[in-house]
């Protein structure tokens, strides 16, 4: 028996997040106990098997509570370091299990404790430069088993000294993904786009890494090219000053073909069975699960050469872009609307199933049981 103390940041629907939900929801009791730490209250907590306790940082616990957690911290009591350390009491766990370099910051707790530490890392480098402590995620590589979520990952952890980080991609289960017809079509007339429209679409947070900046770009070349299509962008709104410049550059270039959802929860699906084709833009994208969902509802994906896509796309399934230059995404995007790039829908499904939770748990359960 294998006890288990997870870390996570947000309890919400990010990709790494999922990853994780998704082991949890496979654990074999007989051999696994887990307790489940998540700095922010998410979505997700509510979905933990009822075996699975589920706590949060002391500052999250109203009014009253935050206050006294305050006090504590300033009479040098650190209120979220003794919550955390009255977890490791309570439950005793093998392993502190730490998810995503956002919780970075564990780690020397851990190492001070003389606790063994189990890290898996969702980030490539770009992210490291941004969001990390450097002496945090020293230590955090430090850790029994280093498991990363692509082959990039894994390079980039060995460039940072670790001798054999474990590959792990996330998995998603694709049964429950249902989609109405009539509410695609409903969709498509509320949208205002043409029944003989081509349509692409994109999905992620609108900030400068998954790649907004592309967006007029290729707008203006199929406009210039004459193709009569329509772009769908999936996903929450900032108040970034690149999101504001991205709106002001579409409107001044007269693109009202480019369409932006806003966040989506019911009709996620039926946005992205509602497209053609998917475009992955990001600079960089350490795996991108949105491509396992579009490749399984069968569109053909176009991606700059990003870093995880290459763990995804096979033959068939559409096109990595090398060059980063917007001309050559451009061609590839005509000479998919043309069909000269091949696709099979069944090549595509059987990708994506590939990526089921309990075949990729089997691989996470077989790395666990190499550890004492």
Not at 266 to 272: A, G, N, P, S, V
Not at 291 to 305: D, H, Q, R, S, V
């Amino acid at each position: 028996m294998k006890k288990l103390l997870f870390f996570t940041p947000y309890g919400g629907r990010t990709g790494s997040e999922m990853l994780l939900w998704n082991i949890i929801q496979h654990l074999d009791p007989a051999h696994y106990q887990a307790v489940m730490y998540a700095d922010r209250n998410g979505s997700l907590r509510n979905e933990l098997p009822a075996t699975v306790p589920f706590y949060t940082s002391p500052y999250n616990e109203g009014f009253v509570r935050r206050k006294v957690s305050q006090i504590m911290t300033a009479a040098g009591r650190p209120a979220y370091e003794q919550r955390i350390l009255a977890l490791h009491s309570k439950y005793k766990p093998d392993y502190w299990y730490i998810n995503t370099t956002a919780m970075a910051h564990i780690a020397p707790l851990a190492q001070r404790i003389g606790v063994r530490t189990i890290a898996h890392v969702s980030e490539m480098p770009y992210l490291l430069l941004e969001t990390v402590n450097r002496d945090h995620l020293k230590a955090m590589l430090r850790a029994d088993l280093v498991i990363g979520l692509a082959n990039v990952s894994c390079d980039a952890l060995r460039i940072m000294g670790v001798n054999d980080p474990k590959l792990l991609p996330p998995s998603i289960d694709l049964s429950k993904i249902s989609v109405n017809p009539n509410r695609v079509a409903a969709l498509r007339t509320k949208l205002g786009i043409p029944a003989d429209a081509f349509v692409w679409g994109s999905s992620g947070s609108l900030i400068y890494r998954k790649g907004i900046d592309y967006l007029p770009k290729l707008a203006r070349r199929m406009k210039e090219a004459g193709r009569d299509c329509y772009f769908v962008w999936m996903g929450g709104e900032t108040q970034n000053a690149d999101e504001y410049y991205l709106r002001c550059e579409l409107a001044h270039g007269g693109h009202t073909n480019v369409l932006f959802t806003g966040a989506l929860s019911d009709t996620y699906y039926e946005h992205m069975a509602l497209i053609d084709a998917f475009l992955m833009l990001s600079h960089e994208e350490t795996f991108g699960m949105v491509n396992i969902e579009a490749a399984y509802l069968g569109k053909p994906i176009l991606a700059f050469n990003s870093g995880g896509i290459n763990d995804i796309l096979v033959d068939g399934m559409g096109q990595i872009v090398d060059s980063w230059n917007v001309d050559d995404y451009a061609a590839a995007m005509i000479a998919l609307m043309d069909g000269t790039i091949p696709f099979s829908v069944d090549i595509a499904r059987q990708r994506a199933l590939e990526f089921a939770p309990d075949t990729l748990y089997k691989q996470w359960d077989s790395y666990m049981n190499e550890l004492p």
